[in-house]
């Protein structure tokens, strides 16, 4: 009966124990004697192994004689060690209860070393796909660790650009203290000149005044020296000699009365006009000198109206004696 036993590591008891298990059920061969036989050429093909290692004068090359002496105790050591661990486990009672349970049991074992297996191909793919994983995850911290790099830089120039800020501020706090320091100087500067102006306002009012009350006074004297110029000028005909002789020879005087009068009146008036605005007061003079000036002005609008008046009562006066001729 030939049958092929596989020649995996991880199956190869279990295939030999159900090969021998199926030898044994379908045979009444004796378990005793098996096992001796077995154990008995183990034995001789392991001291045939000894031998064509230990001889090597019988004529064979020393290649063949080695490998053939190494095979046959291989195959000796492996069929003894056999044998007599059939002998060891099952105590050389022949029945095949023990071997089918050893067999079922190498075969559980075997289908849980596959699933071992199987788990750990599992494991295996879990290892790699971690590992990818892991390698992604690696990928992604080096990443985060260059953009923290990055934020740190970043931070750190606006940590520079805050220090530079807050430099910048300190300096515009400088100036507007400084600005401050100068509107408040000014302010100072404004109410002082205000106080200044209206102290000067209050003394330019009261040199107004003064000089209103001044005014009113020369014109007061200027009006009454132009009443008495008047008075004067209508008492003169009242003195001039009445006659009734030559019409020629009364005529001619008058005239020439009244043209001496009105003469000696003007310069009676350019007398009173030149004293009044010649004699101001001591305070006009020091604060303002511009009071002669407007005295003088109007002296001159005075004489002019004089001026004016003097040839119509001149021409009234010849009237009225060419009347009476």
Same mark, same amino acid.
């Given at each position: ?12 008891? $279990? ?5 021998? *298990?199926?030898?044994?059920?379908? /045979? ?9 036989? =077995? ?18 004068? !019988? ?13 046959? !105790? ?7 060690? +056999?044998?007599?661990? &059939?002998?060891? +486990? ?21 289908? $849980? &070393? ?22 992604? !995850? ?14 740190? /830089? ?7 650009? %805050?220090? =530079? ?20 100087? !000014? ?12 102290? @000067? ?10 000089? $209103? ?9 200027? +009006? ?18 009445? /006659? ?6 009364? $005529?001619?005087? @008058? /005239?020439?009365?009244?043209?001496? @009068? ?23 003079? *020091?604060? *303002? ?23 119509? %009562? ?5 009237? @009225? *004696?060419?009347?009476?001729?």
């Amino acid at each position: 009966m030939t049958q092929s036993i596989p020649s995996t590591p991880d199956t190869d008891a $279990a295939a030999k124990l159900s090969y021998l *298990n199926k030898l044994c059920t379908s /045979s009444y061969v004796d378990h005793r004697a098996a096992t001796i036989t =077995l154990i008995t050429i183990g034995v001789i093909l392991t001291v045939s192994g000894i031998l064509l290692l230990t001889l090597s004068g !019988l004529g064979l090359p020393l290649v063949i004689s080695m490998s053939l002496g190494t095979i046959s !105790l291989v195959l000796g050591t492996s069929l003894l060690s +056999f044998g007599a661990s &059939i002998c060891i +486990f099952r105590g050389m009672r022949g029945e095949t209860k023990d071997l089918s349970h050893l067999a079922s049991n190498t075969l559980a074992l075997r289908s $849980a &070393i596959e699933s071992k297996g199987e788990e750990l191909t599992n494991l295996q793919t879990d290892l790699t796909q971690a590992e990818s994983k892991i390698s992604e !995850l690696n990928v992604k911290i080096q990443t985060s660790e260059d953009e923290l790099a990055n934020t740190k /830089s970043k931070i750190e120039e606006l940590l520079r650009e %805050k220090e =530079l800020s807050l430099s910048q501020a300190e300096v515009l706090n400088q100036q507007v203290g400084e600005l401050q320091n100068k509107v408040k100087s !000014l302010e100072s500067e404004n109410l002082s000149l205000q106080h200044r102006v209206v102290q @000067s306002a209050l003394r330019y009012s009261e040199q107004l005044s003064e000089l $209103a009350s001044d005014y009113e006074r020369e014109r007061a004297q200027l +009006f009454s020296a132009l009443k008495e110029a008047r008075q004067q000028v209508e008492e003169q005909p009242a003195e001039i000699p009445s /006659s009734h002789e030559d019409t020629g020879s009364r $005529a001619l005087p @008058s /005239s020439q009365l009244n043209k001496s @009068s009105g003469y000696q009146q003007n310069v009676e008036l350019q007398k009173a006009s030149a004293n009044t605005s010649s004699t101001p007061s001591g305070k006009e003079q *020091n604060d *303002n000198p511009s009071t002669p000036v407007s005295s003088r002005g109007w002296s001159e609008k005075i004489r002019n109206l004089l001026s004016n008046t003097r040839p119509e %009562k001149s021409n009234q006066e010849d009237t @009225s *004696n060419q009347k009476e001729s």
